[in-house]
């Protein structure tokens, strides 16, 4: 019965719900914390998928086009602005890891995908070319979500589907805002030599402290 509970819901989040009867983000949040609840029986790599799920589909959908600033630390989407940090920390708080916000938001690229990795490898990439970054990028990683650091000045999210590859971040080029882009076409993916890439979805020690309320320490 739990896992009919927990397919229908996920049903819901990937084929969305009518604008006219679209919850609130409160409202989100309530439905993401009984589904994680009711997920604790799962297996690990079902509930990788339900993370990865909800942190997509319904998270992340509610947060896009919220206007980026430096000092931005909203929390609540398309009110107010998001500095990267911030989008980083409150997304994933608000998908139920038990993390300090600010401490998080506040740390530097590397610092951030140490706390995140839980002691776990961290993925380094450090070259001055574009094409190559991605290659090395798409070699080293499966499908899923990720923490991505850039040199020393932003962070964010990393996707990857298939053979693609989206960076998904409070977005200080173009339009300033959250968005979701190809890493090809990324102004700040060009611009940087070093990235810190951490597995989230594919993190079994991460999905397993979400799922069971461990906090994460920041420092």
């Known amino acids: 019965m739990r896992r009919l509970i927990i397919v229908f819901v996920l049903f819901l989040f990937q084929n969305g719900i009518s604008q006219k009867t679209k919850p609130t983000y409160l409202q989100v949040k ?3 914390n009984t589904t994680r609840i009711a997920s604790k029986h799962e297996s690990i790599d079902a509930n990788s998928k339900i993370f ?3 942190l997509l589909n319904k998270v992340f959908q509610y947060w896009y086009g919220t206007k980026w600033s430096f000092e931005g630390y909203t929390e609540v989407p398309n009110k107010g602005t998001i500095a990267c940090g911030y989008f980083v920390s409150t997304t994933l708080r608000d998908l139920g890891l038990k993390i300090n916000r600010y401490k998080l938001a506040q740390l530097a690229p590397a610092q951030a995908a140490k706390v995140l990795s839980l002691n776990n490898v961290i993925i380094e990439i450090n070259g001055d070319d574009v094409n190559e970054n991605i290659k090395a990028i798409k070699a080293k990683i499966n499908e899923g979500i990720y923490f991505i650091g850039y040199d020393a000045m932003h962070v964010g ?9 989206f960076l998904i971040h409070s977005n200080y080029f173009g339009l300033s805002q959250v968005e979701k882009e190809r890493i090809e076409v990324s102004k700040v993916f060009s611009i940087c030599s070093k990235f810190y890439i951490v597995p989230l979805s594919n993190n079994k020690k991460l999905v397993h402290n979400w799922i069971n309320d461990i906090v994460i320490k920041t420092n």
């Open 30 to 32: 309530t439905q993401i």
């Open 52 to 54: 990865t799920q909800l």
């Open 157 to 165: 999210f990393l996707l990857k589907e298939g053979d693609n590859l």
